[in-house]
């Protein structure tokens, strides 16, 4: 039977000024909230744990609550071009898995005892952790704080300067540089350790790349 859902829920705002007098912007805030028992885009699920389907409810894994997006672009003497992206994105969520096989089903992909799918970093990980922690416990494992759950909230802010050189009738050479991430922010993959019986529980050990920057020549005809 189909019982896989997921519901989806969101409030786009944006303003945005069209070029004149030199210059163009657009800034768009995004409220969203996607909830079910489908992780991320998929359309089919495995249940986690037959005997309590109920614990695959929560967050989608590819829940951001928050998302930001600024644009813009100045028309500069010499006809040069400066323009700029600025990108911000809440965190994502992650589940707690116990690390054995809890229902004897060949899996270990069981949830910790008290915690359900996708629950950390949506308000309430003090809790949760307490949660995480009398299961360590229970195996004869120290307990773990709660500030070494990392997020992977995203901002990053890239640049571009560029100038055109028309050569003779449709030809032109436009000349580019550009830096992404500029501010050289550590954005973190969403690659969590959700083994709660691991002590890198809930770190990310993975980034995306820090700072790039490239030249580009480009030749139109």
Same mark, same amino acid.
């Given at each position: ?56 409810? +929560?967050?989608? &894994? ?6 930001? =997006? $600024?644009?813009?672009?100045?028309? !500069?003497? @010499? *006809?040069?071009?400066?323009? +700029?992206?600025? &990108? ?6 992650? =589940? $707690?898995?116990?690390?054995?096989? !809890?229902? @004897? *089903? ?21 809790? !949760?952790? @307490? ?91």
């Amino acid at each position: 039977q189909s019982i896989g859902e997921v519901d989806y829920k969101a409030l786009l705002v944006r303003v945005e000024k069209r070029l004149d007098q030199r210059y163009m912007y657009m800034i768009s805030y995004t409220l969203a909230d996607s909830y079910g028992n489908l992780p991320g885009g998929a359309t089919t699920f495995t249940v986690t744990q037959a005997e309590l389907p109920q614990l695959d409810e +929560g967050p989608s &894994s590819s829940d951001r609550r928050h998302a930001i =997006s $600024a644009s813009g672009s100045l028309l !500069l003497p @010499a *006809d040069v071009t400066l323009s +700029g992206v600025f &990108s911000y994105r809440s965190t994502m969520p992650f =589940s $707690a898995t116990a690390g054995v096989d !809890l229902n @004897a *089903d060949a899996n270990i992909t069981d949830y910790v005892p008290g915690t359900t799918r996708s629950a950390f970093n949506r308000g309430d990980n003090e809790s !949760l952790m @307490a949660a995480v922690n009398a299961w360590r416990l229970s195996r004869g494992l120290a307990a773990l704080p709660a500030s070494q759950i990392d997020t992977n909230e995203f901002a990053t802010l890239d640049v571009r300067v560029s100038k055109s050189f028309q050569i003779r009738g449709r030809q032109s050479l436009e000349l580019m540089a550009q830096v992404f991430n500029l501010l050289g922010r550590d954005n973190l993959q969403p690659t969590w350790s959700t083994n709660a019986l691991s002590n890198a529980f809930g770190r990310i050990q993975q980034a995306l790349n820090r700072q790039q920057a490239e030249l580009v020549v480009r030749f139109a005809f």
